[in-house]
């Protein structure tokens, strides 16, 4: 049954992906008319694709390949996705009054269109190769081979999907078996202990770990009831118990009609007795007075346990004194290496692989600057392709949707060739990126878009010489354009997109930013 269970939340979160993505295209199909060539041919390898899925979530396989065609389509409906959500922001963002400001909507409007029938062409060429590989492997029928869930089965999988998406699974585990087995001994063993804390730095692997404990085998069958709650720093406890609770129930209960009070009593009721056994997980609480606005709906007996991921150790303590609080270590070296590798051939055969001593070296020289963070080694080894050793003089970076919370950049300014990178759509999560001294020797082109927690880019002199090109869009938090940008001389076309008025006044003639780009011959701001 495990095994069933990993295949359909793997196939499961495939099919959650392109159901959104048909909702998204469904709802915006009056904005996207202009363009209703290029979205009625991807509609048509939706169609196709949905029908290879059919019914994928309550299915067993075990096959490698149907797994990398998953992978390849997630990757395409996450692409899609960002293509028309960012077509349909700058579609609504007109309204200016004016001949002249019309007159420029209009020829961005134009542009718009034109880019977004290129993007969706693209997207749609991708996904009818990758339709036409399954239909050629016969993933259909590799999929409905073997058992069906049962009804109460599939149901529960879907909540699990649904709360995870999109990081149900986890790639390149290394380093972490023995604090798995350490942490689930506390969880199973000890009933004592109410609520186990893993708290360190971002990027150490904290979500990592708790993952992993949450789905091992021994905690599965040790518990009932299973709640995974990602606790966003400006919450509603009500979204946090609705969640819990939603999750726990068994019986069909209406859990969004519930007020507060109702939802903090019967989530009470629930934990409060002995049996059945819960285990819940709230992920990612940053403070002490975060874990106050929601305990009310924790009793003091022992029918459940928790698992409480934070920054700051101090939480967990504050949550349960008698807690056990566990820091997860930092990489070795070694353990760096064997986790970047995994990353880098996920798609891959290892017994095909070979790398040369010159590239090995290479590799293990770049994986220094991670620190031992597995988050910066995972972004390390997803920056190297699925090819038998690693390019010398890689040209061209894409991230998104990968939440990094550690920095990126200090990372990928040591690629010596790199010309063009694109971070996008959720890449980085972090407050602050820096670009430092003599980093991107060779960069030409650089695009910040849809980084929702940005609040501040640093650019030290000296950085990016050769930056020709720079595009920043939807960055709602950034606070100003970098003060470094002044000593880029060699940068001719900056464009800002769906920023707000006043940031955009900033950088006009006599704004007081203005001295930050003026030396620059193009600068739209949109």
């Not at 903090?264 to 934990?271: G, N, P, T, V």
């Amino acid at each position: 049954m495990a095994e069933i269970v990993v295949s359909v939340l793997a196939e499961g979160v495939v099919a959650f992906g392109v159901e959104k993505l048909w909702d998204l295209l469904s709802r915006e199909s009056e904005r996207l008319q202009g363009v209703h060539e290029h979205v009625a041919d991807l509609e048509r390898q939706m169609r196709k694709l949905q029908s290879l899925l059919k019914d994928a979530d309550a299915k067993k396989h075990e096959n490698e390949v149907v797994r990398n065609f998953l992978e390849d389509v997630k990757d395409i409906v996450y692409d899609a996705e960002d293509i028309i959500e960012s077509f349909v922001l700058k579609e609504s963002s007109g309204g200016e009054k004016g001949i002249k400001r019309r007159l420029k909507r209009l020829s961005c409007f134009l542009v718009n269109r034109r880019n977004v029938s290129i993007g969706i062409e693209g997207i749609t060429k991708r996904l009818s190769e990758v339709v036409a590989e399954m239909q050629n492997f016969g993933i259909k029928e590799i999929m409905s081979d073997g058992r069906s869930l049962s009804l109460k089965e599939r149901q529960r999988v879907q909540r699990e999907i649904r709360q995870t998406f999109p990081k149900s699974s986890e790639k390149g585990l290394v380093g972490v078996e023995e604090s798995v087995e350490e942490l689930v001994g506390h969880l199973v063993k000890k009933d004592n202990i109410q609520v186990v804390s893993i708290s360190g730095m971002g990027g150490i692997g904290k979500t990592t770990l708790a993952r992993q404990v949450f789905h091992h085998d021994i905690v599965r069958r040790h518990f009932d009831g299973f709640a995974w709650v990602c606790v966003s720093k400006e919450f509603q406890r009500k979204d946090i118990w609705q969640k819990i609770l939603k999750d726990l129930i068994t019986i069909d209960e209406d859990v969004k009609q519930m007020d507060e009070n109702e939802l903090q009593a019967k989530l009470f009721l629930l934990l409060g007795t002995r049996t059945p056994r819960h285990l819940i997980v709230l992920d990612d609480v940053w403070k002490k007075e975060d874990w106050d606005r929601v305990k009310d709906a924790f009793p003091q007996e022992r029918g459940w346990k928790m698992i409480l991921t934070s920054r700051d150790e101090g939480v967990g303590l504050h949550a349960d004194p008698t807690c056990f609080a566990f820091t997860p270590t930092i990489l070795t070296p070694e353990e760096s290496w064997e986790l970047c590798e995994q990353i880098a051939l996920s798609r891959r055969d290892k017994t095909e692989f070979i790398v040369d001593k010159e590239l090995e070296a290479m590799g293990k020289k770049m994986v220094k600057y991670c620190g031992g963070l597995p988050l910066a080694v995972k972004v390390l080894g997803g920056l190297l392709p699925e090819h038998s050793r690693f390019p010398p003089k890689l040209a061209r970076i894409s991230l998104t949707k990968c939440r990094m919370e550690e920095d990126p950049l200090p990372i990928l300014e040591k690629l010596l060739h790199l010309q063009s990178v694109k971070l996008s759509s959720g890449a980085f999560a972090g407050r602050k990126m820096v670009c430092s001294k003599g980093g991107f020797p060779q960069l030409h082109k650089i695009s910040l878009m849809f980084l929702n927690e940005l609040e501040e880019w640093e650019i030290e002199e000296g950085s990016m010489p050769c930056l020709h090109t720079l595009y920043i869009g939807v960055c709602g938090k950034l606070k100003e354009i970098p003060e470094g940008l002044k000593y880029i001389i060699s940068l001719k076309e900056l464009e800002i997109l769906g920023m707000n008025k006043e940031w955009n006044e900033k950088l006009e003639s006599g704004g007081e930013s203005y001295y930050k780009v003026q030396h620059i011959p193009s600068v739209q701001l949109n």
